[in-house]
């Protein structure tokens, strides 16, 4: 539903998606899910994949092997340099 998709605060938005790259089973589906098609139409903008469903595919590979939350970390820690 729409209000599973409802953000928060910045703190809570960001527990959220940290949620989701650490592959908490507690995390929002819904949350998930919107985060992979996000994903993979960037991937699809950025001339990374094809189409859609290679970009889902590319993203949800990312979330599940822990690429998406090991980048995220070496983001944090580059700007907090």
């Known amino acids: 539903s729409i ?33 992979l098609l996000n994903a993979a139409c960037a991937l699809v903008a950025g001339g990374h994949e094809a189409d859609v469903k290679a970009g889902l595919e590319r993203a949800r590979s990312s979330l599940d092997s822990g690429a998406a939350l090991s980048a995220l970390d070496k983001l944090v820690r580059i700007t907090n340099q």
């Not at 960001?14 to 929002?28: G, I, K």
């Open 3 to 35: 209000d599973a998709l409802k953000g928060g605060t910045g703190t809570e938005n960001a527990a959220s998606l940290r949620a989701v790259l650490e592959n908490d089973p507690n995390a929002s589906s819904a949350y998930r899910d919107v985060v």
